[in-house]
């Protein structure tokens, strides 16, 4: 299994711009979650979905952030406008959903180091 | 609210000693913890969790963590370090009747001498 995939790895681009990152789930698996990571408040989840379907987006910080999920096996997290503040490292990660879903872990993808300028 | 702390920032121990990456959780209900290790670069990885039962659990990599309702923690342990282990682990917590919404603390460095 190749795990979670994540594109692209590294992203530089200037105030202003839209950014658009994307995530390839595990196969099968029927959650996914979008994560940001910065040294001044760590990890957050920013949104997660079930069955391709947005369940709760409460930490998506502005609406400037857009996440869709159009199939089973891609998502995006979308910036527009981008801003410098924005900088971090976007995780998507995903998990199985079985039966004891919120025991379930988290697969994490490596990860979109994200630098506005 | 939940929250979970990781009181320290870093803990460096020489290998082959005894460590213990500390966690404490808040949550209205009763709580999933869970431990996961990011490498430079990399995304998290699973260690372990605690649904319920014994409280204490084994994970991967010789690591275990105990369960302290009373104390609300959930530290991490393994009886001894090496070199490979050095990492930053990342508590979480999961209250049951919340969701699939997870915290996760600041994370602690871990730094193991040769």
């Known amino acids: 299994d190749a795990g979670v995939i994540q594109s692209p790895r590294h992203e530089v681009t200037e105030m202003g711009q839209e950014v658009t990152l994307r995530c390839k789930p595990i196969s099968g698996h029927d959650y996914l979650f979008w994560y940001r990571q910065t040294m001044m408040r760590g990890l957050e989840l920013l949104i997660y979905f079930n069955n391709n379907v947005p369940i709760d987006d409460s930490g998506m910080p502005e609406d400037r952030f857009s996440a869709k999920m159009p199939n089973a096996s891609f998502s995006t997290l979308k910036i527009q406008p981008s801003e410098p503040r924005d900088s971090a490292v976007y995780f998507c990660?995903?998990?199985?959903?079985?039966?004891?879903?919120?025991?379930?872990?988290?697969?994490f993808g490596p990860g979109t180091r994200l630098t506005v300028l | 609210a939940q929250s979970v702390a990781q009181p320290e920032d870093q803990v460096n121990v020489a290998e082959g000693n005894p460590l213990t990456v500390k966690c404490t959780y808040s949550v209205s209900g009763n709580p999933y913890l869970f431990w996961y290790v990011q490498y430079p670069n990399r995304g998290l990885q699973f260690l372990l969790k605690y649904i319920t039962g014994d409280n204490l659990v084994k994970g991967s990599y010789g690591f275990e963590a105990e369960f302290n309702k009373s104390q609300t923690s959930f530290h991490l342990k393994k009886p001894s370090a090496l070199v490979s282990d050095s990492a930053l682990y990342f508590c979480a917590v999961r209250d049951r009747a919340g969701g699939f919404k997870t915290i996760f603390g600041a994370g602690t460095r871990l730094f193991v001498k040769a």
């Open positions: 990660a995903s998990s199985p959903g079985t039966s004891g879903a919120l025991t379930d872990t988290q697969y």
